[in-house]
């Protein structure tokens, strides 16, 4: 059964109607799969939430931090990769020094993982009634909130969901790089410094940070073509909810540069996240779930 809780939730995310049965179908089992894995694994349980941009990542963390809490009695948060976004000043600097195309935040080299991994360490070994702070990012005015803005979490915890776009992305091979992706990267990457600049940080900062997930899990789309169309969505379910404290939203031509940034790593994982999920859902044209995989490597005790 779907409590009220979890129908205020759907409410509030606007999720359509059938949204229940696939919490039913896939994220109820889904939760019971992780309870297993919690009671055999030191915790928290980090686990790692990956899909493109509108996939449904944001929503599918809050839900099980939901579930987990209603029905088997687990503490367990969920952060996103986004909130640990460089500020503006320092993508500034790094547009100046390195690529101007570092400037838009995004793609890989426009975090702070040292404060994402100092974040993540902070909620694994605090007690009971200590605080930990959660850095905020507002998308809206392009930067990260002041400290005393930043929400706060309250371990122990039993598992930490941790969402983004480029979560245990794979870094591509030399070749692949060559030949520009769109035209983003064809008019204002010509020499290839900037694409070379992020891929090189997947295969070593980014690579030794994505090792503290215990646990991915996937929502694959079928197709790059989806991400505009569902990216879009999104941003006007986010001036709709008016989550941000300024008024501006992203419109069409704007948004179609904005994904540009993110094409190439988004088809890459596309290609590769089938082969690197520990449990991974197939969503169709429609936004639903068709089929759930988990890895043959993957062991639920």
């Known amino acids: 059964m779907i409590s009220e809780t979890l129908k205020r939730f759907i409410r509030r995310e606007q999720l359509p109607k059938n949204y229940e049965k696939t919490i039913l179908t896939w994220f109820f089992p889904l939760a019971e799969t992780l309870k297993k894995i919690c009671l055999v694994h030191k915790k928290p349980l980090v686990v790692g939430i990956q899909g493109a941009q509108g996939s449904g990542k ?21 952060i996103s990769l986004d909130d640990f976004y460089l500020t ?46 959660l850095p905020r990012f507002d998308k809206a ?16 915890l039993d598992l930490i969901f941790l969402e983004g776009w ?43 940070f994505f090792h503290r997930l215990n646990l991915l899990i996937v929502l694959q789309l079928s197709s790059f073509e ?4 569902w990216r879009f969505l999104q941003e006007r379910k986010r001036a709709e909810k008016r989550i941000c404290k300024t008024p501006h939203f992203m419109q069409e031509a704007d948004l179609k540069r904005f ?18 999920a520990d449990i991974l859902f197939r969503l169709n044209d429609a936004h639903e779930i068709v089929k759930r995989f988990d890895s043959s490597a993957f062991d639920e005790a």
């Not at 944001?58 to 969920?78: D, G, P, Y």
């Not at 005015?141 to 122990?156: K, M, T, V």
């Open 166 to 208: 480029c979560l245990a992305a794979p870094a591509e091979n030399d070749e692949s790089l060559i030949q520009p992706i769109n035209m983003l990267e064809e008019k204002e990457d010509q020499g290839g410094h900037w694409r070379r600049y992020v891929n090189g940080l997947l295969e070593t900062d980014y690579a030794d």
């Open 88 to 133: 503006q000043k320092e993508r500034l600097h790094l547009s100046s020094t390195v690529h101007p195309l570092l400037k838009t935040r995004g793609v890989p080299g426009t975090h702070d993982l040292g404060l994402a991994s100092r974040t993540l360490d902070a909620l694994s070994v605090s007690g009971l009634g200590e605080s930990v702070p």
């Open 226 to 229: 989806q991400v505009y169309e």
């Open 58 to 78: 944001s929503t599918l963390a809050a839900l099980l931090v939901h579930i987990l809490k209603e029905q088997h009695e687990l503490r367990s948060i969920n």
């Open 141 to 156: 005015l392009d930067d990260r909130l002041p400290s005393r803005q930043w929400s706060q979490a309250n371990p122990p």
């Open 259 to 276: 994904i540009q940034h993110f094409e190439r790593v988004t088809r890459n994982c596309l290609s590769l996240m089938p082969q690197k």
